[in-house]
């Protein structure tokens, strides 16, 4: 495990576009698994300058996504696909048919679930799988459970994500109450790992998450078992460690 202390947000977002940009130019072809929400538009938004400055070429880069709310389409302005094309996809040269994402309208979400692994299969494995945290501590959608769920699955949300979340949304009631996500089988198969983390209503999360029992009630616990984990996060974040 590696932990990069970054001053605040804006330097978070550099150092972790420093590694992605890294993985990319010394592989190409790489295969990202990406990660949405507020702590990613930052690197995103980075990354897309270094390209539109001729620093990066994603010509070759291939992605799948961790995650996609149930029940909205694509073209939805909350749905994940729609954030990956507005902070990413459509500001970078990617091949559209190399992104991925779990489909939310899917009729049969436990078939599409099976068509995603067989997705990320396909590809051997992640290479670098780009991950938040949630404040109780999840990864992806995956929630404090009994267990830890290893494939590709639905769930039903926490409160306390709905919660996190409905920021987002013009009403807490709009928010999906299930996702597909990815397990923590296929995350934790990843070559490399990224955690990304910023503010201090993640510090306990995080503290939790490094140095505290590994147990599915904490999910991000399992990192701790990564051989290759690295922890990106700002003063705030790290201010209980």
Same mark, same amino acid.
């Given at each position: 495990m590696r932990i990069i202390r970054a001053k605040d947000y804006e330097e978070m977002s550099i150092k972790a576009a420093t590694v992605i940009s890294s993985q990319k130019t010394l592989f190409p072809d790489s295969v990202l698994g990406l990660a949405t929400g507020s702590t990613m538009e930052g690197t995103y938004q980075i990354l897309s300058e270094w390209y539109e400055q001729g620093w990066i070429?994603? &010509?070759?880069?291939?992605? %799948? *996504?961790?995650?996609?709310? %149930?029940g909205l389409s694509a073209d939805h302005s909350q749905s994940y696909h729609y954030y990956m094309k507005k902070h990413l996809f459509s500001k970078i040269n990617i091949d559209e048919k190399n992104t *991925?994402?779990?489909?939310?309208?899917? &009729?049969?979400?436990?078939?599409?679930?099976?068509?995603?692994?067989? !997705? !990320?299969?396909?590809?051997?494995? !992640?290479?670098?799988?780009?991950?938040?945290?949630?404040p109780n501590g999840h990864i992806g959608f995956n929630e404090p459970a009994d267990e830890f769920p290893s494939l590709t699955h639905c769930v039903y949300l926490t409160e306390e994500t709905i919660k996190a979340n409905s920021r987002f949304f013009d009403d807490i009631n709009e928010v999906p109450r299930n996702a597909l996500t990815m397990g923590i089988k296929s995350i934790?198969?990843? *070559?490399? %790992?990224?955690?990304?983390? *910023?503010?201090?209503?993640?510090?306990?999360?995080?503290?939790? %998450?490094?140095?505290g029992p590994i147990t599915p009630q904490v999910p991000g616990s399992i990192l701790q078992l990564h051989s290759d984990l690295i922890v990106v996060a700002d003063e705030e974040a790290l201010s209980k460690m």
């Open positions: 070429d994603y &010509s070759e880069l291939k992605s %799948v *996504n961790l995650d996609e709310y %149930v *991925n994402l779990p489909n939310g309208m899917a &009729s049969d979400p436990e078939a599409e679930c099976r068509h995603y692994d067989e !997705i !990320i299969e396909g590809y051997g494995r !992640i290479d670098l799988q780009l991950l938040g945290l949630g934790m198969q990843a *070559n490399k %790992v990224l955690l990304c983390v *910023n503010g201090a209503h993640k510090a306990d999360a995080l503290k939790s %998450v490094l140095t």
